[in-house]
Nanobody, 113 residues
Framework: VQLQASGGGRVQPGGSLRLSCVAS????????AGWYRQSPGKQPLLIAT???????TYRDSVKGRFTISRDSPKNTIYLQMDSLLPEDTAVYYC????????WGQGTQVTVSS
């Protein structure tokens, strides 16, 4: 399965972005699918998960600001990011949960004034 994330960019603090991730095959894993983010020198960190039953969970640092959703027929998941903070700056990836697919290129999100 190949993963392609898109929708990143540079925004000011308080701004919004909507990320998309298209999978070439079945994206979901044993738990579901999710968005991860990676800061320089660190491992990808799971920040949002959606299950096959549309149950969602979030890391505390993004709870209330980010929303994960999916379009199953399109093998696509989304991440709506609102009220962005400078500490949200990272490369964002999608993958199954737990992560089992090769990581795609990711999409860079930069939050800066």
């Amino acid at each position: 399965v190949q993963l392609q994330a898109s929708g990143g960019g540079r925004v000011q603090p308080g701004g919004s972005l909507r990320l998309s991730c298209v999978a070439s095959g079945q994206l979901f894993g044993a738990v579901g699918a999710g968005w991860y983010r990676q800061s320089p020198g660190k491992q990808p960190l799971l920040i949002a998960t959606i299950t096959n039953h549309d149950f969602t969970t979030y890391r505390d640092s993004v709870k209330g600001r980010f929303t994960i959703s999916r379009d199953s027929p399109k093998n696509t998941i989304y991440l709506q990011m609102d009220s962005l903070l400078p500490e949200d700056t990272a490369v964002y990836y999608c993958n199954s949960v737990p992560a089992k697919h090769p990581w795609g290129q990711g999409t860079q999100v930069t939050v800066s004034s």
